[in-house]
């Protein structure tokens, strides 16, 4: 036994292969090559305001990213995640303006339909057993159809707004939309949220049962069955998840913009999952961090303003970004491949 | 090896049958397993094991017969009643996630958890620990517990569920087909984890085609073929050949082994193996 077992140790892994494995090493290494590019090309980038600026778009992406990250590593997605952003900030906006109710009791409104979608959305994946890929990209048209529509019929327009003045407004505004000042400069507090959303997602993966759930749900369906782990009831809540996450943006969105549009959300959704993909998360599930996808969501919100800051075309912004995902999902299959290869 | 012959065994199955619509899956098929004993169920593809344990395991419902857990008469809903009354199933390559670490393998579904401040969180440190005591005292080598079971060998991964099952308090351990995968020194390091678990006052059934690795870890021998039970014999009852003979399906092999021997006559390089078979074959038949 134990001369076999010294033989087996010669392929053990180095030290340099188990940090490969780290699922959010290659989105800090892109993150910071990323910074250091356009913070050389740029001054204004580097600046306290710039940085406050990129920090911005990345945050509610990468609240979303975050979120649909657990449910990736949880084996499945969400393609209605980014027009449910657009259908929340409108029923916020459309509840508050059109039927005259305090602001903080649409926003509460607004989650409940979330949760619905959610909900609906994780109940049809594990009841029919059909790839969420496609169930979700129903929801997605559906919703796309209704945000387009309801609004429409309701307020005979595709632009919602006059949030500012009814009851309610001044405090949720404070809670999320507000900014907050670090020595002189205004950062948005979606940044706040991102941040502690990023370590509870953290946490919860790594430290929780539900988080250990997550990863054998998103690796095998089946061994995570037989050894008694809830498997449904973990998708069904992942999906609430990523619909909390829309509502929470949506109502970020539609309280600083004080107004909703009907199209806001819609292709959204690809971003999150690239951003997802970018920091570490397989495809097929089962692998994955939550501190990689916020870095891939900065990686986004750094180029997407480092473009204009750098004098640019901002069209370069997206083949720029599918190169980037290009090289993610290599990178990511060659780690997979290590980890399901059997020493033999 | 002490066996315990006396009082009533830990599981016992009695009589029973499955039926799929008009198939018999199963038919009068009765054994027991005692503490501290292997029972081998041997048969060939087809000859309703994976049913005979699907049983066991609260996949399916007995459809006449009935087991006996403690000598009290018992029927599982579903594989968590099956687990909750201590027995645990492990299936071939279907019991672990291969991405995740091992010591998260070995607490799924049974996380250890402690309380910090106002939430209770999954005790990493104590899930670390006790993985690696457990399977260094199942005589299992893992080093590092942090690596993923995709990267251990087949015969690791079974030992780990098999660890797994034995500290989560397992008194029934079923194992489906541990060994045949493997290759003949996993196999060999498979069958002295199931050794160690016997050890430790474990009823194993143990689920397997080949006589080799039965005959010499088992207690208890069920012979099943196309539903029905050819045997339940003790050890004593039986010796390896025998054993051998009747899975092999006894004079079958014999006949398949002469004719395979006339056509080598033409053809002399597959001649020797099949001679080499035919004598096999006479000498398990004497």
Same mark, same amino acid.
């Given at each position: 036994?134990?001369?076999?077992?010294?033989?087996?140790?010669?392929?053990?892994?180095?030290?340099?292969?188990?940090?490969?494995?780290?699922?959010?090493?290659?989105?800090?290494?892109?993150?910071?090559?990323?910074?250091?590019?356009?913070?050389?090309?740029?001054?204004?980038?580097?600046? #306290?305001?710039?940085?406050?600026?990129?920090?911005?778009?990345?945050?509610t992406?990468?609240?979303m990213?975050?979120?649909?990250?657990?449910?990736?590593?949880?084996?499945?997605?969400?393609?209605?995640?980014?027009v449910l952003t657009g259908t929340t900030g409108l029923a916020v906006t459309?509840?508050?303006?059109?039927?005259?109710?305090?602001?903080?009791?649409?926003v509460?409104?607004s989650l409940?339909l979330a949760?619905?979608?959610?909900?609906?959305?994780?109940?049809?994946?594990?009841?029919?057993?059909?790839?969420?890929?496609?169930?979700?990209?129903?929801?997605?048209?559906?919703?796309?159809?209704?945000?387009?529509?309801?609004?429409?019929?309701?307020?005979?327009?595709?632009?919602?707004?006059?949030?500012?003045?009814?009851?309610?407004?001044?405090?949720?505004?404070?809670?999320f939309?507000?900014?907050?000042?670090?020595?002189?400069?205004?950062?948005?507090?979606?940044?706040?949220?991102?941040?502690?959303?990023?370590?509870?997602?953290?946490?919860?993966?790594?430290?929780?049962?539900?988080?250990?759930?997550?990863?054998?749900?998103?690796?095998?369906?089946?061994?995570?069955?037989?050894?008694?782990?809830?498997?449904?009831?973990?998708?069904?809540?992942?999906?609430?998840?990523?619909a909390?996450a829309a509502w929470l943006v949506g109502t970020i969105t539609a309280l600083?913009?004080?107004?909703a549009?009907?199209?806001a959300g819609?292709?959204?959704?690809?971003?999150?999952?690239?951003?997802?993909?970018?920091?570490?998360?397989?495809?097929?599930?089962?692998?994955?961090?939550?501190?990689?996808?916020?870095?891939?969501?900065?990686?986004?919100?750094?180029?997407?303003?480092?473009?204009?800051?750098?004098?640019?075309?901002?069209?370069?912004?997206?083949?720029?970004?599918?190169?980037?995902?290009?090289?993610?999902?290599?990178?990511?299959?060659?780690?997979?491949?290590?980890?399901?290869?059997?020493?033999? | 090896?002490?066996?315990?012959?006396?009082?009533?065994?830990?599981?016992?199955?009695?009589?029973?049958?499955?039926?799929?619509?008009?198939?018999?899956?199963?038919?009068?098929?009765?054994?027991?397993?005692? #503490?501290?004993?292997?029972?081998?169920?041997?048969?060939?593809?087809?000859?309703?094991?994976?049913?005979?344990?699907?049983?066991?395991?609260?996949?399916?419902?007995?459809?006449?017969?009935?087991?006996?857990?403690?000598?009290?008469?018992?029927?599982?809903?579903?594989?968590?009643?099956?687990?909750?009354?201590?027995?645990?199933?492990?299936?071939?390559?279907?019991?672990?996630?291969?991405?995740?670490?091992?010591?998260?393998?070995?607490?799924?579904? #049974?996380?250890?958890?402690?309380?910090?401040?106002?939430?209770?969180?999954?005790?990493?440190?104590?899930?670390?620990?006790?993985?690696?005591?457990?399977?260094?005292?199942?005589?299992?080598?893992?080093?590092?517990?942090?690596?993923?079971?995709?990267?251990?060998?087949?015969?690791?991964?079974?030992?780990?569920?098999?660890?797994?099952?034995?500290?989560?308090?397992?008194?029934?351990?079923?194992?489906?087909?541990?060994?045949?995968?493997?290759?003949?020194?996993?196999?060999?390091?498979?069958?002295?984890?199931?050794?160690?678990?016997?050890?430790?006052?474990?009823?194993?059934?143990?689920?397997?085609?080949?006589?080799?690795?039965?005959?010499?870890?088992?207690?208890?021998?069920?012979?099943?073929?196309?539903?029905?039970?050819?045997?339940?014999?003790?050890?004593?009852?039986?010796?390896?050949?025998?054993?051998?003979?009747?899975?092999?399906?006894?004079?079958?092999?014999?006949?398949?082994?002469?004719?395979?021997?006339?056509?080598?006559?033409?053809?002399?390089?597959?001649?020797?193996?099949?001679?080499?078979?035919?004598?096999?074959?006479?000498?398990?038949?004497?």
């Amino acid at each position: 036994m134990s001369s076999v077992a010294s033989d087996e140790r010669l392929t053990r892994t180095s030290l340099p292969r188990r940090l490969l494995v780290r699922p959010e090493l290659g989105a800090l290494i892109g993150a910071v090559v990323v910074f250091v590019f356009f913070a050389v090309l740029s001054p204004t980038f580097r600046s #306290a305001d710039g940085v406050a600026n990129w920090l911005d778009p990345a945050s509610t992406l990468g609240i979303m990213a975050v979120a649909v990250a657990l449910l990736m590593i949880g084996g499945e997605f969400d393609l209605s995640a980014g027009v449910l952003t657009g259908t929340t900030g409108l029923a916020v906006t459309i509840i508050a303006t059109r039927f005259g109710l305090n602001v903080w009791v649409a926003v509460l409104l607004s989650l409940v339909l979330a949760l619905v979608v959610g909900l609906f959305n994780g109940l049809l994946v594990v009841r029919t057993g059909l790839p969420s890929f496609i169930v979700t990209l129903g929801s997605y048209l559906v919703l796309q159809g209704l945000n387009l529509g309801v609004t429409k019929v309701l307020t005979g327009n595709v632009l919602v707004g006059g949030l500012v003045g009814h009851s309610g407004f001044s405090s949720a505004h404070l809670v999320f939309s507000s900014s907050v000042v670090l020595g002189g400069t205004y950062f948005k507090v979606s940044i706040v949220w991102w941040l502690a959303l990023t370590a509870l997602a953290t946490v919860v993966l790594l430290r929780t049962r539900f988080g250990n759930w997550v990863f054998a749900v998103g690796g095998d369906k089946v061994a995570a069955r037989n050894v008694g782990v809830p498997a449904d009831r973990t998708k069904v809540l992942l999906f609430l998840t990523t619909a909390t996450a829309a509502w929470l943006v949506g109502t970020i969105t539609a309280l600083r913009n004080t107004s909703a549009q009907a199209d806001a959300g819609v292709g959204d959704e690809l971003t999150f999952i690239v951003a997802a993909v970018i920091g570490g998360c397989l495809l097929t599930g089962g692998f994955g961090s939550a501190i990689g996808a916020a870095f891939g969501a900065l990686i986004f919100g750094m180029t997407s303003v480092g473009i204009v800051y750098a004098g640019w075309d901002a069209d370069w912004y997206k083949l720029f970004l599918g190169a980037m995902l290009l090289i993610a999902v290599f990178a990511n299959r060659l780690v997979r491949r290590y980890a399901e290869r059997r020493r033999r | 090896m002490a066996s315990t012959q006396s009082g009533a065994p830990l599981l016992e199955v009695r009589a029973v049958s499955k039926y799929f619509g008009s198939v018999i899956a199963l038919s009068e098929v009765s054994t027991t397993a005692r #503490a501290g004993e292997v029972t081998c169920v041997l048969g060939d593809n087809g000859a309703g094991k994976s049913t005979f344990i699907k049983m066991l395991a609260g996949v399916h419902q007995p459809d006449r017969g009935e087991i006996r857990l403690d000598g009290t008469p018992v029927s599982f809903a579903s594989p968590r009643d099956a687990l909750d009354a201590g027995i645990a199933t492990v299936y071939q390559d279907l019991a672990v996630v291969p991405l995740m670490s091992v010591w998260r393998n070995f607490f799924l579904g #049974a996380e250890p958890r402690r309380r910090f401040g106002p939430v209770r969180l999954f005790d990493v440190a104590a899930a670390r620990r006790i993985t690696r005591e457990q399977l260094a005292g199942m005589g299992i080598d893992i080093r590092d517990t942090d690596q993923p079971v995709g990267t251990l060998s087949g015969g690791e991964r079974q030992a780990v569920a098999i660890a797994r099952a034995v500290y989560l308090g397992a008194r029934v351990l079923i194992l489906d087909e541990p060994t045949s995968a493997l290759g003949v020194k996993q196999a060999g390091a498979v069958l002295r984890y199931i050794a160690a678990a016997r050890d430790r006052g474990i009823a194993v059934v143990f689920i397997t085609h080949n006589p080799h690795h039965a005959y010499p870890i088992g207690d208890r021998f069920l012979l099943l073929n196309r539903g029905r039970s050819m045997g339940d014999f003790g050890k004593g009852e039986i010796d390896q050949a025998e054993l051998t003979r009747l899975m092999a399906g006894g004079a079958e092999l014999t006949e398949l082994a002469h004719e395979l021997a006339r056509d080598a006559d033409e053809t002399p390089g597959t001649g020797a193996a099949a001679r080499l078979l035919a004598d096999d074959a006479d000498r398990l038949a004497e």
